[in-house]
């Protein structure tokens, strides 16, 4: 654990100019020794069946690949033209990757992500629900309040970064999202109060139903289907401690309750009581 952290504040120093050319040998040696972690973790297995599957051991596997293969790019494209550079720089970033090693070293995160791959499947139902509901949204937006004049209008002058919020179906979809985070959704709404005025290419679009529409949307996005996300993975959450208890509570008992001091191997009482024979 002290080298996962070790390692993660070097790969954070190397993002400065100045940083020292020591640090590659140093994290040279720590990626040795995750990788005699590795070669000790196989020695003492007690069968290749268990070590085959547990998929940790994969997994240690995996993030060891993702960390040698930015080290072999710096030594084969020492010497090498500005492309062959870009393409190294971008392979230093699975040096990120290594960090990530944290969560076999602590149980509780193993415990977390358990929770999030069992919670993928309820995840995904609420996933579509949400861009169903998202896509009802986006086309009442793009249908009520796109300005086809805005460039015009008393808003910025047209840019890229100061598009229409409605005004297709993509940009629609960006300012729902946008409103879900709590980002400038009230101003949202006040430019379409206005705005709605100063052409009259606009929709008309009353008070009434701009606030509805934002106000409607912030509660069942950013309460309801948040919710539901929270609710399906402190569900999963529960089962998997059970489960993990349940585990437990296998092994203790396949394993037998100990005998008390001083019994041994001995009898219970009854099996050591003689046998009374009747008097003829």
Avoid: C
């Amino acid at each position: 654990m002290f080298l996962i952290i070790l390692n993660g504040l070097l790969i954070g120093v190397q993002t400065y100019d100045n940083a020292p050319d020591s640090i590659r040998v140093i994290q040279l040696s720590i990626l040795f020794v995750f990788f005699l972690e590795i070669i000790i973790r196989w020695t003492g297995r007690r069968t290749t069946e268990e070590y085959i599957g547990d998929w940790w051991n994969w997994f240690d596997i995996f993030i060891l690949m993702l960390g040698v293969i930015p080290e072999v790019a710096d030594i084969l494209l020492e010497n090498s033209s500005a492309e062959q550079q870009n393409i190294m720089s971008t392979l230093r970033i699975l040096r990120v990757v290594q960090l990530t090693r944290s969560i076999r070293a602590i149980g509780e995160l193993q415990l977390l992500i358990g929770v999030l791959i069992k919670s993928i499947r309820s995840l995904s139902y609420i996933a579509v629900l949400f861009l169903l509901i998202m896509y009802i949204y986006a086309i009442i937006g793009v249908t009520l309040f796109k300005n086809p004049d805005y460039a015009n209008s008393e808003h910025i002058k047209l840019t890229s970064s100061n598009p229409d919020p409605y005004g297709d179906l993509g940009e629609a979809f960006f300012t729902l999202f946008r409103i879900l985070t709590g980002e400038d959704w009230t101003d949202l709404r006040y430019n379409l109060l206005s705005g709605k005025e100063v052409t009259g290419s606009v929709p008309v679009a009353s008070n009434t139903v701009i606030t509805f529409y934002h106000v409607s949307w912030m509660i069942i996005a950013a309460y309801l289907l948040i919710n539901l996300v929270i609710g399906a993975i402190v569900n999963n959450f529960q089962i998997v401690l059970e489960s993990q208890k349940e585990a437990e509570d296998k092994l203790v008992n396949s394993k037998g309750k100990p005998l008390a001091s001083g019994d041994g191997d001995r009898p219970d009482d009854d099996s050591r009581r003689p046998i009374k024979r009747p008097k003829v």
